[in-house]
């Protein structure tokens, strides 16, 4: 498993998890590395969905001491999280490669290189679109939409 981060102006390196994700691994091995410094200086809204990890008091209270906003994730929502487009279009360009990666180590190397080549233009058109997908929502009464 991979996480990553993006925002308008950038993105975090993937960040490779190895094992069982706990709520004090989520904290100490990305949120304070990777998202702190991604947030920072910023009026940023921190998105998320109800894993545990990321739902547990330790994380909740984590966000809270470092003033983070987050966005309340409803537990039957749809996934309209930006990041979800992007990890389609990650696993796309890894499968488009001329050569498949040949083991782990491989793979992991190509998802960070595929990872930097996608045009930041294109992580802020998926941010931007955040308020055009809750419309679509909210129209379809929770149903099915085009995103």
Do not use: K
Request: glycine share 2%; charged share 20%; hydrophobic share 40%.
């Amino acid at each position: 498993m991979v996480w990553g981060a993006i925002n308008t102006a950038g993105r975090s390196t993937l960040v490779h998890v190895q094992g069982r994700i706990t709520a004090q691994r989520y904290v100490e091995e990305i949120l304070r590395p990777h998202a702190l410094p991604l947030l920072a200086d910023q009026d940023a809204i921190f998105q998320q969905d109800n894993a545990r990890p990321h739902t547990a008091r330790l994380t909740t209270q984590f966000l809270t001491d470092h003033h983070v906003q987050v966005l309340p994730w409803p537990s039957m929502s749809p996934d309209m999280n930006p990041i979800e487009q992007l990890w389609d279009e990650l696993d796309r360009r890894v499968r488009r490669r001329e050569e498949a990666p040949a083991n782990h180590r491989d793979l992991l190397q190509a998802l960070q290189e595929e990872w930097d080549t996608i045009p930041q233009q294109d992580i802020r058109h998926l941010i931007q679109s955040m308020p055009r997908m809750c419309r679509a929502v909210v129209a379809a009464q929770g149903s099915h939409t085009p995103y």
